[in-house]
Every structure is written in C-alpha cells, then in structure tokens.
C-alpha cells in the first residue's frame, strides 16, 4: 500500500470532525452564573467545613472553631 502525499477530501473531513469532538469534550466547564452567598464565600474562602465542626463536637472537642 502506496502512501499518498495529502489527505483526500473525505480522510480530511473526519480528521476535521474528531479535532472539533476532541476540543468539546476536553474543554473546561463554564461555571453556571448564581446569586453569591457572602457567609458561604467566605467559608470556602477560608477552608472552614461544617462536618468537621460537628465531629470535633461529637468527639468531645470545642464546638467553636476560629
């Protein structure tokens, strides 16, 4: 089997289609536009996580964590 030097029309057509499939699947997620919390901004902010709050209450710890 002889290689030939380019592509046929058909050959560049599916190499289009998959470069185009591979950029939309690959590409980042647009975050969804909602309503900002400033208390839960500030949360993620600073790393704070109810659940380990509650543990540590739970296990005999402060229930108030700065």
Do not use: C, Y
């Amino acid at each position: 089997m002889e290689l030939s030097p380019s592509a046929s029309a058909d050959e560049a057509a599916a190499i289009a289609a998959a470069v185009e499939r591979f950029q939309v699947e690959t590409a980042p997620v647009e975050a969804a536009a909602q309503e900002s919390n400033p208390w839960q901004r500030a949360a993620l902010v600073e790393g704070v996580g109810a659940k380990a709050t509650v543990q540590r209450h739970l296990e005999g710890g402060s229930q108030w964590l700065s």
